[in-house]
């Protein structure tokens, strides 16, 4: 009885990723909002409090944070087979997709346009990411500190703060003045956080000419130790595979980026065009192991350390303002978001319906996220 149970559980977490790993588009902000819909609101698989813990443990590690919580979803939900296949199915479609561009880039000498979809997509994303965080800011916001703490560090964040140094400051924060009132001086001098490792993008070996074995050693690298947006991703790509190996061109390094935000799941998918430029299909499948890898080892850690949290008062005061900064960051990105997707009347309307199907008629942000495509394309279409 058991393991039916968990068989059925683990077919559930395999097409529920299998299809938001098809079909998340916009950024980690985005997938988040699409997660917490699909497995707090839909699936009640867990609730705010604790799919909000997962996104702020995740934040303070290393990797694609909306790989890490799909994997650590998994894990909670199907066990050790499900950690694998909820993490290894987000990715796969972006990473089939972004071998596909590569494939085209390289025979063409261009980019297939999908600027039509993405048009009617983007706005829509922003109604699911105002819509996830106005359900978990009314369980991250516990009190007036956490709330001005959130407030500070979107207006920060919005300045050009650094989004990791907001993370920890934000929690640091929580953390010592809660610390003080139970005047537990003695803790603070204790309080730990992971370190924000900086290895030099010199530790493989310098080789003339193309090596499998470089490419997948820079890709672990890079993903046991980055940090942030593509943004950031793009200065590891190129100081990396530009000025160090001298592999790639500048305009392939950006054009690998485009590529990882213009196809669906996650960014970093932006390692499988790298890979494939470098070496083929070979390179491809070794880069997106080679950067994705680290997340999975990081989860596993990071499972252990969870339950723990919530028990000590000083880990859950940390987790706390960790998970108000990650919002408060979140809706940094959504501000950026919206003022790069909602750029006139036909976008402006699409997104306030969306918001509305959302937030009132609870529609699937799956569906709504199909219809702006199309209704993106036809509009372009009309409009010539």
Do not use: C
């Not at 819509?131 to 703490?149: D, F, I, N």
């Not at 300045?159 to 929690?171: D, P, R, S, V, Y």
């Amino acid at each position: 009885m058991r393991e039916a149970k968990l068989i059925e559980r683990l077919k559930e977490v395999t097409l529920l990723f299998l299809k938001l790993g098809a079909l998340s588009f916009g950024g980690p902000a985005v997938y988040i909002a699409l997660m917490h819909n699909e497995t707090v609101h839909r699936r009640h698989w867990l609730d705010d409090q604790e799919f909000l813990d997962i996104v702020g443990a995740t934040n303070i590690i290393p990797g694609p944070n909306a790989t890490e919580i799909a994997v650590h979803l998994g894990l909670r939900r199907a066990g050790w087979r499900g950690f694998l296949s909820a993490g290894v199915l987000f990715i796969v479609p972006g990473m089939l997709a972004t071998l596909l561009l590569a494939w085209a880039y390289v025979r063409y000498g261009n980019l297939p346009q999908a600027q039509w979809v993405l048009y009617g997509v983007k706005p829509v994303v922003i109604a699911i990411v105002l819509q996830a965080l106005w359900s978990l800011g009314k369980t991250a916001v516990k009190s007036v500190l956490t709330a001005l703490v959130g407030i500070a560090v979107v207006v920060l964040y919005l300045f050009g703060l650094n989004e990791i140094l907001l993370l920890f400051a934000g929690a640091a924060v929580v953390l010592i003045v809660y610390t003080v009132r139970r005047a537990q001086w003695k803790g603070i001098a204790a309080i730990a956080v992971l370190p924000l490792l900086k290895v030099p993008l010199g530790v493989t070996a310098s080789i003339a000419g193309f090596s499998q074995l470089t490419l997948f050693l820079s890709f672990l690298k890079i993903g046991s130790v980055l940090y942030g947006s593509g943004y950031v991703l793009l200065a590891f790509l190129r100081s990396e595979f530009v000025t160090r190996l001298g592999w790639l061109t500048n305009q392939q390094i950006v054009d690998a980026i485009a590529v990882g935000q213009a196809t669906p799941g996650p960014v970093f998918s932006s390692a499988t065009f790298v890979g494939y430029l470098a070496g083929s299909w070979p390179g491809a499948l070794l880069a997106t192991i080679g950067i994705f890898l680290p997340s999975f080892v990081f989860v596993a850690l990071l499972s252990r350390f969870m339950p723990w949290a919530r028990k000590s008062p000083w880990a859950r005061n940390f987790l706390d303002g960790v998970n108000v900064a990650s919002l408060g960051l979140m809706a940094g990105v959504t501000w950026e978001l919206g003022r790069a997707g909602v750029v006139d009347i036909f976008t402006i309307v699409l997104a306030i319906i969306s918001l509305v199907l959302v937030l009132r008629f609870k529609v699937n942000s799956v569906w709504l996220i199909l219809s702006g495509g199309v209704l993106g394309v036809i509009y372009k279409i009309i409009i010539g």
